[in-house]
Protein backbone atom coordinates (compact mmCIF):
# COMPACT_ATOMS: atom_id res chain seq x y z
CA UNK A 1 0.00 0.00 0.00
CA UNK A 2 1.67 2.91 -1.08
CA UNK A 3 1.76 5.97 1.59
CA UNK A 4 -0.50 8.87 0.68
CA UNK A 5 1.99 11.76 0.41
CA UNK A 6 1.76 14.19 -1.99
CA UNK A 7 2.07 14.48 -5.66
CA UNK A 8 4.12 15.91 -8.47
CA UNK A 9 3.24 20.12 -8.04
CA UNK A 10 0.54 19.06 -6.05
CA UNK A 11 -0.02 20.85 -2.58
CA UNK A 12 -1.74 18.86 0.04
CA UNK A 13 -5.11 20.38 -0.39
CA UNK A 14 -4.96 19.68 -4.01
CA UNK A 15 -8.16 18.22 -5.45
CA UNK A 16 -7.29 14.48 -6.21
CA UNK A 17 -8.20 15.35 -9.71
CA UNK A 18 -5.27 17.96 -10.25
CA UNK A 19 -2.94 15.55 -8.86
CA UNK A 20 -4.70 12.76 -11.09
CA UNK A 21 -4.18 15.28 -14.06
CA UNK A 22 -0.60 15.59 -13.04
CA UNK A 23 0.13 11.85 -13.14
CA UNK A 24 -1.06 11.84 -16.53
CA UNK A 25 1.22 14.27 -17.51
CA UNK A 26 3.94 11.98 -16.65
CA UNK A 27 3.30 9.79 -19.71
CA UNK A 28 3.41 12.91 -21.96
CA UNK A 29 6.84 11.40 -23.60
CA UNK A 30 5.97 8.26 -23.51
CA UNK A 31 2.98 8.53 -25.88
CA UNK A 32 4.27 7.46 -29.23
CA UNK A 33 5.64 3.90 -27.52
CA UNK A 34 2.17 3.30 -25.59
CA UNK A 35 0.64 3.91 -28.82
CA UNK A 36 2.60 1.13 -31.14
CA UNK A 37 2.25 -1.22 -28.33
CA UNK A 38 -1.98 -0.50 -28.51
CA UNK A 39 -1.18 -0.74 -32.54
CA UNK A 40 0.24 -3.79 -32.51
CA UNK A 41 -2.05 -5.30 -30.24
CA UNK A 42 -4.96 -4.43 -32.75
CA UNK A 43 -3.05 -5.73 -35.69
CA UNK A 44 -3.17 -9.33 -33.94
CA UNK A 45 -6.41 -9.00 -32.36
CA UNK A 46 -8.07 -8.14 -35.76
CA UNK A 47 -5.29 -9.67 -37.81
CA UNK A 48 -8.49 -10.52 -40.65
CA UNK A 49 -10.29 -6.88 -41.18
CA UNK A 50 -6.42 -5.73 -41.66
CA UNK A 51 -5.89 -8.44 -44.71
CA UNK A 52 -9.59 -7.80 -45.70
CA UNK A 53 -9.00 -3.80 -45.89
CA UNK A 54 -5.47 -3.88 -47.28
CA UNK A 55 -2.32 -2.54 -46.28
CA UNK A 56 -3.46 1.03 -46.09
CA UNK A 57 -5.80 0.35 -42.94
CA UNK A 58 -2.62 -0.40 -40.94
CA UNK A 59 -0.84 2.66 -42.00
CA UNK A 60 -3.77 5.25 -40.97
CA UNK A 61 -4.30 3.00 -37.96
CA UNK A 62 -0.97 3.51 -36.27
CA UNK A 63 -0.94 7.32 -36.99
CA UNK A 64 -4.18 7.89 -35.84
CA UNK A 65 -3.52 5.76 -32.64
CA UNK A 66 -0.60 7.97 -32.28
CA UNK A 67 -2.58 11.12 -32.57
CA UNK A 68 -5.27 9.38 -30.04
CA UNK A 69 -3.31 8.66 -27.27
CA UNK A 70 -1.26 11.76 -27.67
CA UNK A 71 -4.67 14.25 -28.04
CA UNK A 72 -5.34 11.91 -24.66
CA UNK A 73 -2.85 12.28 -22.46
CA UNK A 74 -3.41 16.21 -23.01
CA UNK A 75 -6.91 16.01 -22.52
CA UNK A 76 -6.47 13.85 -19.38
CA UNK A 77 -3.10 15.98 -17.75
CA UNK A 78 -4.95 18.91 -18.69
CA UNK A 79 -3.13 20.34 -21.03
CA UNK A 80 -4.87 22.44 -24.11
CA UNK A 81 -1.92 23.20 -26.55
CA UNK A 82 -2.06 25.64 -28.84
CA UNK A 83 -2.88 25.28 -32.94
CA UNK A 84 -3.67 21.78 -32.19
CA UNK A 85 -6.59 19.73 -33.38
CA UNK A 86 -8.88 19.02 -30.15
CA UNK A 87 -9.29 15.05 -29.09
CA UNK A 88 -12.73 15.89 -29.99
CA UNK A 89 -12.42 16.57 -33.34
CA UNK A 90 -9.76 13.64 -33.73
CA UNK A 91 -12.59 11.33 -32.36
CA UNK A 92 -15.37 12.66 -34.69
CA UNK A 93 -13.23 12.49 -37.90
CA UNK A 94 -11.64 8.74 -36.50
CA UNK A 95 -15.84 7.57 -36.51
CA UNK A 96 -16.40 9.47 -39.89
CA UNK A 97 -13.30 7.52 -41.61
CA UNK A 98 -13.76 4.00 -39.93
CA UNK A 99 -17.28 4.47 -41.50
CA UNK A 100 -16.07 5.00 -44.91
CA UNK A 101 -13.48 2.52 -44.31
CA UNK A 102 -15.88 -0.15 -43.71
CA UNK A 103 -14.65 -1.20 -40.28
CA UNK A 104 -17.65 -2.84 -37.79
CA UNK A 105 -18.27 0.00 -35.00
CA UNK A 106 -17.67 -3.11 -32.59
CA UNK A 107 -14.10 -3.09 -33.55
CA UNK A 108 -14.11 0.52 -33.21
CA UNK A 109 -15.48 0.67 -29.77
CA UNK A 110 -12.82 -1.91 -28.80
CA UNK A 111 -9.82 -0.75 -29.71
CA UNK A 112 -10.65 2.43 -27.71
CA UNK A 113 -11.37 -0.17 -25.03
CA UNK A 114 -8.18 -2.00 -25.35
CA UNK A 115 -6.09 2.12 -25.87
CA UNK A 116 -7.95 3.01 -22.42
CA UNK A 117 -7.03 -0.19 -20.83
CA UNK A 118 -3.18 0.25 -21.96
CA UNK A 119 -2.88 3.83 -20.86
CA UNK A 120 -4.05 2.64 -17.56
CA UNK A 121 -1.14 -0.36 -17.20
CA UNK A 122 1.44 2.46 -18.45
CA UNK A 123 0.25 4.57 -15.48
CA UNK A 124 0.26 1.96 -13.11
CA UNK A 125 3.84 0.63 -14.51
CA UNK A 126 5.03 4.43 -14.51
CA UNK A 127 4.05 4.98 -11.05
CA UNK A 128 6.45 1.63 -10.17
CA UNK A 129 9.12 3.94 -11.24
CA UNK A 130 8.56 7.12 -9.74
CA UNK A 131 10.11 8.17 -6.87
CA UNK A 132 8.59 7.00 -3.29
CA UNK A 133 5.21 9.18 -2.93
CA UNK A 134 5.14 10.94 -6.07
CA UNK A 135 1.82 8.93 -7.38
CA UNK A 136 0.08 7.27 -4.59
CA UNK A 137 -3.00 5.14 -4.80
CA UNK A 138 -5.63 7.81 -3.89
CA UNK A 139 -4.13 9.39 -7.19
CA UNK A 140 -4.23 6.08 -9.27
CA UNK A 141 -7.85 5.84 -8.22
CA UNK A 142 -8.56 9.29 -9.11
CA UNK A 143 -6.49 8.79 -12.59
CA UNK A 144 -8.58 5.53 -12.84
CA UNK A 145 -12.17 7.30 -12.64
CA UNK A 146 -10.69 9.92 -14.91
CA UNK A 147 -9.65 7.87 -18.28
CA UNK A 148 -12.87 5.65 -17.87
CA UNK A 149 -14.59 8.72 -17.62
CA UNK A 150 -13.40 10.13 -20.90
CA UNK A 151 -13.83 6.82 -22.37
CA UNK A 152 -17.42 7.63 -22.87
CA UNK A 153 -17.22 10.85 -23.99
CA UNK A 154 -14.90 9.73 -26.94
CA UNK A 155 -17.40 6.70 -27.20
CA UNK A 156 -20.38 9.22 -27.39
CA UNK A 157 -18.59 11.46 -29.94
CA UNK A 158 -17.38 8.80 -32.23
CA UNK A 159 -20.70 6.76 -32.24
CA UNK A 160 -22.61 9.82 -33.13
CA UNK A 161 -20.43 10.46 -35.87
CA UNK A 162 -19.83 7.09 -37.22
CA UNK A 163 -23.46 6.62 -37.68
CA UNK A 164 -24.28 9.80 -39.42
CA UNK A 165 -21.38 9.02 -41.61
CA UNK A 166 -22.60 5.16 -41.59
CA UNK A 167 -26.25 6.83 -42.89
CA UNK A 168 -24.90 9.36 -45.40
CA UNK A 169 -23.33 6.47 -46.82
CA UNK A 170 -26.01 3.96 -47.38
CA UNK A 171 -28.32 6.98 -48.42
CA UNK A 172 -25.47 7.18 -51.25
CA UNK A 173 -25.21 3.36 -51.90
CA UNK A 174 -28.74 3.24 -52.40
CA UNK A 175 -29.21 6.05 -54.43
CA UNK A 176 -26.14 4.63 -56.97
CA UNK A 177 -27.78 1.45 -56.97
CA UNK A 178 -31.31 3.37 -57.82
CA UNK A 179 -29.87 4.75 -60.58
CA UNK A 180 -27.83 1.39 -62.00
CA UNK A 181 -31.45 -0.79 -61.78
CA UNK A 182 -32.73 2.86 -63.62
CA UNK A 183 -29.85 1.85 -66.30
CA UNK A 184 -30.91 -1.77 -66.51
CA UNK A 185 -34.65 -0.86 -67.20
CA UNK A 186 -33.54 1.32 -70.02
CA UNK A 187 -31.36 -1.15 -71.89
CA UNK A 188 -28.05 -0.30 -70.62
CA UNK A 189 -26.88 -3.64 -69.44
CA UNK A 190 -26.10 -4.31 -72.72
CA UNK A 191 -23.44 -1.68 -72.56
CA UNK A 192 -20.07 -3.78 -71.26
CA UNK A 193 -19.29 -0.93 -69.72
CA UNK A 194 -22.15 -0.16 -67.50
CA UNK A 195 -22.52 -3.68 -66.95
CA UNK A 196 -19.27 -3.91 -65.70
CA UNK A 197 -19.94 -0.56 -63.17
CA UNK A 198 -23.59 -2.16 -62.60
CA UNK A 199 -22.12 -5.37 -61.13
CA UNK A 200 -19.62 -3.27 -58.89
CA UNK A 201 -22.44 -0.80 -57.45
CA UNK A 202 -24.81 -3.94 -56.99
CA UNK A 203 -22.15 -6.51 -55.59
CA UNK A 204 -22.56 -8.65 -58.19
CA UNK A 205 -20.16 -11.43 -59.47
CA UNK A 206 -19.74 -11.46 -63.34
CA UNK A 207 -21.34 -15.20 -64.16
CA UNK A 208 -24.04 -14.59 -61.48
CA UNK A 209 -27.64 -15.60 -63.23
CA UNK A 210 -30.15 -12.84 -63.14
CA UNK A 211 -33.77 -13.12 -62.50
CA UNK A 212 -36.55 -10.00 -61.84
CA UNK A 213 -39.36 -10.58 -59.44
CA UNK A 214 -41.69 -7.69 -59.58
CA UNK A 215 -45.11 -7.03 -57.24
CA UNK A 216 -47.64 -5.07 -58.75
CA UNK A 217 -49.06 -3.51 -54.42
CA UNK A 218 -50.81 -0.73 -54.17
CA UNK A 219 -48.46 -0.38 -50.89
CA UNK A 220 -44.66 -1.03 -50.52
CA UNK A 221 -44.52 -5.30 -49.93
CA UNK A 222 -42.76 -4.94 -46.55
CA UNK A 223 -44.28 -8.60 -45.97
CA UNK A 224 -41.56 -9.83 -48.27
CA UNK A 225 -38.46 -9.65 -45.42
CA UNK A 226 -38.88 -13.20 -44.66
CA UNK A 227 -38.62 -14.26 -48.20
CA UNK A 228 -35.13 -11.92 -48.58
CA UNK A 229 -34.02 -13.74 -45.50
CA UNK A 230 -34.41 -16.59 -47.75
CA UNK A 231 -32.67 -15.65 -50.39
CA UNK A 232 -29.80 -14.37 -48.34
CA UNK A 233 -29.19 -18.25 -46.87
CA UNK A 234 -29.03 -19.17 -50.58
CA UNK A 235 -26.23 -16.79 -51.24
CA UNK A 236 -28.53 -15.06 -53.56
CA UNK A 237 -28.28 -10.97 -53.84
CA UNK A 238 -31.62 -8.72 -53.51
CA UNK A 239 -31.41 -5.45 -55.23
CA UNK A 240 -34.94 -3.52 -54.88
CA UNK A 241 -36.12 -0.39 -56.30
CA UNK A 242 -39.35 1.39 -57.36
CA UNK A 243 -40.21 2.31 -61.05
CA UNK A 244 -43.75 3.94 -62.28
CA UNK A 245 -45.13 2.69 -59.27
CA UNK A 246 -43.74 -1.13 -59.63
CA UNK A 247 -41.94 -2.42 -57.24
CA UNK A 248 -39.05 -4.75 -58.39
CA UNK A 249 -36.33 -6.81 -57.25
CA UNK A 250 -33.07 -7.83 -59.52
CA UNK A 251 -31.87 -11.16 -58.10
CA UNK A 252 -28.84 -12.84 -58.75
CA UNK A 253 -25.92 -15.24 -57.78
CA UNK A 254 -27.10 -19.06 -57.11
CA UNK A 255 -30.89 -18.92 -58.51
CA UNK A 256 -33.33 -21.76 -58.61
CA UNK A 257 -35.84 -21.83 -61.54
CA UNK A 258 -38.43 -19.68 -62.01
CA UNK A 259 -40.87 -21.76 -60.52
CA UNK A 260 -38.29 -22.17 -57.57
CA UNK A 261 -38.05 -18.50 -56.64
CA UNK A 262 -41.93 -18.26 -57.18
CA UNK A 263 -42.44 -20.97 -54.16
CA UNK A 264 -40.08 -19.01 -52.34
CA UNK A 265 -42.15 -15.82 -52.54
CA UNK A 266 -45.47 -17.33 -52.73
CA UNK A 267 -46.11 -17.23 -48.62
CA UNK A 268 -45.02 -14.07 -48.25
CA UNK A 269 -46.83 -12.48 -51.53
CA UNK A 270 -49.19 -9.76 -50.49
CA UNK A 271 -50.92 -9.23 -54.08
CA UNK A 272 -49.52 -10.10 -57.26
CA UNK A 273 -46.17 -10.84 -57.98
CA UNK A 274 -44.16 -12.30 -61.26
CA UNK A 275 -40.85 -13.92 -61.63
CA UNK A 276 -38.90 -13.59 -65.30
CA UNK A 277 -35.60 -15.03 -65.72
CA UNK A 278 -32.59 -13.33 -67.46
CA UNK A 279 -30.98 -15.75 -69.71
CA UNK A 280 -28.69 -13.15 -70.91
CA UNK A 281 -27.62 -11.50 -67.47
CA UNK A 282 -27.42 -8.04 -67.11
CA UNK A 283 -27.97 -7.31 -70.47
CA UNK A 284 -31.48 -9.18 -70.33
CA UNK A 285 -32.60 -7.71 -67.55
CA UNK A 286 -34.97 -5.30 -69.09
CA UNK A 287 -37.09 -7.91 -71.48
CA UNK A 288 -37.02 -10.01 -68.00
CA UNK A 289 -38.68 -6.74 -65.78
CA UNK A 290 -41.42 -6.46 -68.54
CA UNK A 291 -42.22 -10.40 -68.78
CA UNK A 292 -42.18 -10.72 -64.93
CA UNK A 293 -44.67 -7.55 -64.96
CA UNK A 294 -46.75 -9.19 -67.83
CA UNK A 295 -46.95 -12.50 -65.86
CA UNK A 296 -48.17 -10.94 -63.01
CA UNK A 297 -50.87 -8.64 -64.80
CA UNK A 298 -51.96 -12.18 -65.42
CA UNK A 299 -53.66 -12.68 -62.34
CA UNK A 300 -56.73 -11.44 -61.10
CA UNK A 301 -56.47 -7.42 -59.60
CA UNK A 302 -57.41 -8.76 -56.25
CA UNK A 303 -55.85 -11.75 -55.77
CA UNK A 304 -52.41 -12.35 -54.55
CA UNK A 305 -49.71 -14.77 -55.60
CA UNK A 306 -46.47 -15.44 -57.77
CA UNK A 307 -45.93 -16.54 -61.21
CA UNK A 308 -43.37 -17.51 -63.07
CA UNK A 309 -43.43 -15.89 -66.95
CA UNK A 310 -42.89 -19.29 -68.24
CA UNK A 311 -45.67 -20.63 -66.70
CA UNK A 312 -47.96 -18.11 -68.16
CA UNK A 313 -46.69 -17.97 -71.59
CA UNK A 314 -50.02 -17.96 -73.67
CA UNK A 315 -51.78 -15.48 -71.13
CA UNK A 316 -48.58 -13.23 -71.46
CA UNK A 317 -48.39 -12.95 -75.36
CA UNK A 318 -52.27 -12.53 -75.52
CA UNK A 319 -51.47 -9.18 -72.55
CA UNK A 320 -48.83 -8.57 -75.12
CA UNK A 321 -51.18 -7.78 -78.22
CA UNK A 322 -53.95 -5.78 -76.52
CA UNK A 323 -55.44 -5.58 -80.39
CA UNK A 324 -55.36 -9.59 -80.50
CA UNK A 325 -57.58 -10.26 -77.34
CA UNK A 326 -61.04 -8.70 -78.35
CA UNK A 327 -60.50 -10.07 -82.28
CA UNK A 328 -60.26 -13.91 -80.45
CA UNK A 329 -62.72 -13.10 -78.02
CA UNK A 330 -65.30 -12.14 -81.25
CA UNK A 331 -64.05 -15.20 -83.54
CA UNK A 332 -64.17 -17.61 -80.95
CA UNK A 333 -66.42 -17.19 -77.82
CA UNK A 334 -68.58 -14.10 -79.04
CA UNK A 335 -71.72 -16.03 -79.84
CA UNK A 336 -71.75 -17.30 -76.37
CA UNK A 337 -71.50 -14.30 -74.64
CA UNK A 338 -73.90 -12.99 -76.88
CA UNK A 339 -76.20 -15.16 -75.07
CA UNK A 340 -78.44 -14.28 -71.84
CA UNK A 341 -75.70 -14.48 -68.95
CA UNK A 342 -76.83 -17.46 -66.98
CA UNK A 343 -76.72 -19.42 -69.91
CA UNK A 344 -73.52 -18.15 -71.02
CA UNK A 345 -71.91 -18.64 -68.06
CA UNK A 346 -73.13 -22.62 -68.04
CA UNK A 347 -71.19 -23.10 -71.27
CA UNK A 348 -68.29 -21.51 -70.25
CA UNK A 349 -67.88 -23.54 -66.87
CA UNK A 350 -68.39 -26.07 -69.55
CA UNK A 351 -66.11 -25.29 -71.80
CA UNK A 352 -63.18 -24.90 -69.19
CA UNK A 353 -64.16 -28.64 -67.76
CA UNK A 354 -63.86 -29.98 -70.98
CA UNK A 355 -60.46 -28.20 -71.90
CA UNK A 356 -59.16 -29.73 -68.33
CA UNK A 357 -60.11 -32.54 -69.10
CA UNK A 358 -58.80 -33.23 -72.62
CA UNK A 359 -62.57 -32.75 -74.31
CA UNK A 360 -63.70 -35.64 -72.13
CA UNK A 361 -67.55 -35.44 -71.14
CA UNK A 362 -67.07 -37.98 -68.39
CA UNK A 363 -64.51 -36.50 -66.55
CA UNK A 364 -66.17 -33.28 -67.03
CA UNK A 365 -69.17 -34.26 -65.42
CA UNK A 366 -67.97 -35.78 -62.52
CA UNK A 367 -66.30 -32.11 -62.13
CA UNK A 368 -69.46 -30.37 -62.87
CA UNK A 369 -71.67 -33.03 -60.68
CA UNK A 370 -74.20 -33.39 -63.83
CA UNK A 371 -75.13 -36.57 -66.31
CA UNK A 372 -72.37 -37.09 -68.96
CA UNK A 373 -75.06 -36.52 -71.66
CA UNK A 374 -75.77 -33.29 -70.40
CA UNK A 375 -71.89 -32.23 -70.73
CA UNK A 376 -72.84 -33.57 -74.32
CA UNK A 377 -75.83 -31.85 -74.93
CA UNK A 378 -73.79 -28.20 -73.61
CA UNK A 379 -70.95 -29.14 -76.09
CA UNK A 380 -72.98 -29.41 -79.35
CA UNK A 381 -74.34 -26.29 -78.37
CA UNK A 382 -70.72 -24.79 -77.83
CA UNK A 383 -70.19 -26.21 -80.95
CA UNK A 384 -72.85 -25.22 -83.27
CA UNK A 385 -72.28 -21.38 -81.62
CA UNK A 386 -68.66 -20.80 -82.06
CA UNK A 387 -68.03 -22.70 -85.15
CA UNK A 388 -65.52 -24.63 -83.44
CA UNK A 389 -64.62 -28.17 -82.36
CA UNK A 390 -62.75 -29.86 -79.59
CA UNK A 391 -62.03 -32.65 -81.98
CA UNK A 392 -59.70 -30.33 -83.98
CA UNK A 393 -56.13 -29.64 -82.43
CA UNK A 394 -56.70 -25.73 -84.13
CA UNK A 395 -60.16 -24.97 -82.84
CA UNK A 396 -58.82 -26.55 -79.08
CA UNK A 397 -55.87 -24.11 -78.86
CA UNK A 398 -57.76 -21.26 -79.69
CA UNK A 399 -60.75 -21.71 -77.80
CA UNK A 400 -58.02 -22.27 -74.49
CA UNK A 401 -56.76 -19.41 -75.64
CA UNK A 402 -59.80 -17.41 -75.92
CA UNK A 403 -60.94 -18.87 -72.41
CA UNK A 404 -57.68 -16.85 -71.06
CA UNK A 405 -58.81 -13.74 -72.65
CA UNK A 406 -61.90 -14.12 -71.52
CA UNK A 407 -60.86 -14.99 -67.85
CA UNK A 408 -58.39 -11.76 -68.24
CA UNK A 409 -61.17 -9.46 -69.47
CA UNK A 410 -63.48 -10.59 -66.15
Known amino acids: MRSAHPTVGATPDAPAADAAAQAWALLLDQSDTIADSITL ?3 ERDAHLYERIGPELRVDVRESTRVHIRRGLEVLSGQRPSGNQTATDVWRETGRRRARQGVPLEL ?43 LDVQNAVLIEAYRREAARLQRHDLQRQQSVLDGLLEGRGADPDFAEEARAVLDLGAEDAVACV ?29 RAGIYF ?22 GRMGVAAAPDGLAGFATAFQLACRAAETLP ?14 EVLLAGSPQVAPLLLARTLGPILNQPEAQARTLLDTLAALLRHGGSPTHAAEELYCHRNTVIYRLKQIEQLTGRSLADPRDKLLLELAMMACGSAG
Open 301 to 314: RAGRGVVPVTERLP
Open 108 to 150: VLNAYMLGARVLWEALIARSATAPEGLVDDRVLLAAGGTVWSN
Open 41 to 43: ALF
Open 214 to 242: VALYDDPPDSLGPAEDRLDRLGVVARWHV
Open 249 to 270: GLLAGPLPDEPGIAELFEPYAA
